[in-house]
C-alpha cells in the first residue's frame, strides 16, 4: 500500500457536486492499493498514520500527531499511486489492485483509522470521479509504502 499524507488546514472531497466529506485541521491521506497488501500492512500504515508527529508544539516544532491534536483524516482512494511510467508516456496500472480486492482494503483502512484516530473519519467514494479540494499547511507532505517501511 501506498500512501500521500498532507497535513492541512482544511479540504473537502465533492462527488457530483456534492461536497461528501470535509475537515478542518488534520490530514488528508491519498491510499493505493496493490494484491499483496494485508492486514499487517493496515494495521503498521494507520498505526504509522494517526502517530505521525508532523503538528506544532508550543514551541512550534513538529512533535505532535493527529491524535494529540485532535486532528481530523480525509481518507481518499487513489489507485494512481502505483502508476509506473518506466516504458512511454502512458503511466500503468497494473499493480494496482482491481475494485474486489482493493475495497475490502480500503474499508479495513477506514475502520482501523477510526479505531485508531478514536473518532469517525472523512472519506471519499472509491472508484468515483472525486474533486479534491486542500489547504496544505506548511507545506508538509509525507509519501509511505508498506512494502518498503519508511
Given at each position: 500500500?501506498r500512501?500521500?499524507?498532507?497535513?492541512?488546514?482544511?479540504?473537502?472531497?465533492?462527488?457530483?457536486?456534492?461536497?461528501?466529506?470535509?475537515?478542518?485541521?488534520?490530514?488528508?491521506?491519498?491510499?493505493?492499493?496493490?494484491?499483496?497488501?494485508?492486514?499487517?500492512?493496515?494495521?503498521?500504515?494507520?498505526?504509522?498514520?494517526v502517530?505521525?508527529?508532523?503538528?506544532?508544539?508550543?514551541?512550534?516544532?513538529?512533535?505532535?500527531?493527529?491524535?494529540?491534536t485532535?486532528?481530523?483524516?480525509?481518507?481518499?482512494?487513489?489507485?494512481?499511486?502505483?502508476?509506473?511510467?518506466?516504458?512511454?508516456?502512458r503511466?500503468?496500472?497494473?499493480?494496482?489492485?482491481?475494485?474486489?480486492?482493493?475495497i475490502?482494503?480500503?474499508?479495513?483502512?477506514?475502520?482501523?483509522l477510526?479505531t485508531?484516530?478514536?473518532?469517525?473519519?472523512?472519506?471519499g467514494?472509491?472508484?468515483?470521479?472525486?474533486?479534491?479540494?486542500?489547504?496544505?499547511?506548511?507545506?508538509?507532505?509525507?509519501?509511505?509504502?508498506?512494502?518498503?517501511?519508511?
Amino acid at each position: 500500500m501506498r500512501v500521500v499524507i498532507q497535513r492541512v488546514s482544511r479540504a473537502s472531497v465533492t462527488i457530483e457536486g456534492q461536497v461528501k466529506s470535509s475537515i478542518s485541521r488534520g490530514l488528508l491521506v491519498l491510499a493505493g492499493f496493490e494484491d499483496a497488501d494485508t492486514a499487517e500492512d493496515i494495521e503498521w500504515i494507520s498505526g504509522k498514520i494517526v502517530n505521525l508527529r508532523i503538528f506544532d508544539d508550543e514551541a512550534g516544532v513538529m512533535n505532535k500527531s493527529a491524535i494529540e491534536t485532535g486532528g481530523e483524516i480525509l481518507l481518499i482512494s487513489q489507485f494512481t499511486l502505483h502508476a509506473s511510467t518506466k516504458k512511454g508516456n502512458r503511466p500503468s496500472y497494473i499493480k494496482a489492485s482491481k475494485p474486489d480486492v482493493a475495497i475490502p482494503l480500503y474499508e479495513s483502512l477506514i475502520a482501523r483509522l477510526e479505531t485508531d484516530l478514536g473518532k469517525a473519519i472523512g472519506t471519499g467514494t472509491f472508484g468515483a470521479d472525486m474533486k479534491v479540494e486542500l489547504v496544505n499547511d506548511g507545506p508538509v507532505t509525507i509519501v509511505m509504502d508498506t512494502k518498503n517501511k519508511e
